[in-house]
DNA sequence: TTATCTATATATAACCC
DNA sequence: TGGGTTATATATAGATA
């Protein structure tokens, strides 16, 4: 007896080479995409703006309460330099480095984890050995070369927060915002 | 005794009163949005871009290769003349955003070639055991376990793309050279 | 492309630290 | 506040029509 294939399977987060396996992704996740913006908006009286182009350059979009009010308040958030403002720019462009911190940091914690819970390591090596020729018996490694992972981890790190206060420092940060609110309506489109 | 409800419950798409409980959900989902619409531009090479203002007017968003990008091609490639100084501000940022790439990029090849040599493999596994108490014998450890090492330094590489185009979706950074060749010259509106 | 039907993979509401 | 846990509600991959 035949056992076709049913239910949901789990499948790699990276491009999808089959075109119409794509197209079909791409459409029910869209719809999905579309819908929990809404929700959220719904659910927490906040405003939002999606702007989606598929792999044809086709976009589509939804806004609550539209697309244009959104970009146009998002765009707007940009403040002129001003004396007066200097200041709060400051605080704000720290706080948000520090938020940008956190976020790596707890990017790269995540990945230890996944790496002491053994759930990424098959791939790295295999394409280790595929990218740079590397044949040692694998089950040769011994805790020695293992643990050098982490230094390269930890430079990485390191390097991350130097090349932060980089941007920092040559003022390419600028800062973000806040601003009011408004609510009704929602539009979902697709231009052409 | 009388158990405790635990679990995922059903809730209606309505506004949520509880302020506690909204910020918690809007945090939450928010969270899921952006990481499906990082997803979706994965797995069907998409574009998009997300603006999502929380309760208190504070923007977020996420954006694919950046938001800005996105809201300009969605504008209809708005060919908006930047006056001279503006223009050769955004080259300097541009190149500067470069180097700055380019840094990374090194880093992270650096990176992988020190893992391919294995000179970086035993702290990391000491950490590790030290950290998670992950104490499986090192020597035991197959190809099937170590291959999966590079799934997490492709999470990684992703994770950093996401990252950085974070901060361009903030506007903490200017649009990339490519982004920005679809214009002319602007890709940065301000309000008079 | 759009819709339906599973069987599962994921997201997440309520709770607890 | 932020992180976990758990039970469930939902989303969605694959096959089909």
Same mark, same amino acid.
């Given at each position: 007896?035949?056992?076709?294939?049913?239910?949901?399977?789990?499948?790699?987060?990276?491009?999808?080479?089959? #075109?119409?396996?794509?197209? +079909?992704?791409?459409?029910?996740?869209?719809?999905?995409?579309?819908?929990?913006?809404?929700?959220?908006?719904?659910?927490?009286?906040?405003?939002?703006?999606?702007?989606?182009?598929?792999?044809?350059?086709?976009?589509?979009?939804?806004?609550?309460?539209? +697309?244009?009010?959104?970009?146009?308040?998002?765009?707007?958030?940009?403040?002129?330099?001003?004396?007066?403002?200097?200041?709060?720019?400051?605080?704000?462009?720290?706080?948000?480095?520090?938020?940008?911190?956190?976020?790596?940091?707890?990017? *790269?914690?995540?990945?230890?984890?996944?790496?002491?819970?053994?759930?990424?390591?098959?791939?790295?090596?295999?394409?280790?050995?595929?990218?740079?020729?590397?044949?040692?018996? +694998?089950?040769?490694?011994?805790?020695?070369?293992?643990?050098?992972?982490?230094?390269?981890?930890?430079?990485?790190?390191?390097?991350?927060?130097?090349?932060?206060?980089?941007?920092?420092?040559?003022?390419? *940060?600028?800062? #973000?915002?806040?601003?009011?609110?408004? #609510?009704?309506?929602?539009?979902?489109?697709?231009?052409?």
């Amino acid at each position: 007896m035949e056992r076709k294939q049913k239910g949901r399977k789990k499948i790699e987060i990276k491009k999808i080479r089959d #075109s119409t396996t794509q197209l +079909v992704t791409f459409s029910k996740r869209k719809y999905g995409l579309f819908k929990s913006t809404s929700e959220l908006c719904t659910l927490c009286g906040a405003d939002a703006a999606i702007i989606v182009f598929s792999p044809q350059g086709k976009p589509f979009t939804f806004g609550h309460p539209d +697309v244009h009010s959104i970009i146009n308040r998002y765009s707007n958030q940009t403040p002129q330099t001003n004396d007066g403002i200097a200041a709060i720019e400051e605080a704000l462009k720290r706080d948000r480095i520090r938020d940008l911190n956190k976020q790596l940091d707890e990017q *790269l914690k995540q990945l230890e984890k996944e790496m002491a819970q053994g759930e990424a390591l098959d791939k790295m090596i295999k394409e280790l050995q595929d990218h740079y020729g590397w044949h040692a018996p +694998v089950n040769e490694l011994g805790l020695h070369d293992l643990e050098k992972l982490s230094v390269s981890l930890e430079d990485l790190k390191r390097n991350m927060d130097t090349w932060i206060n980089e941007l920092w420092i040559n003022e390419l *940060l600028i800062p #973000s915002e806040q601003s009011i609110h408004s #609510s009704s309506l929602g539009s979902n489109q697709e231009v052409d």
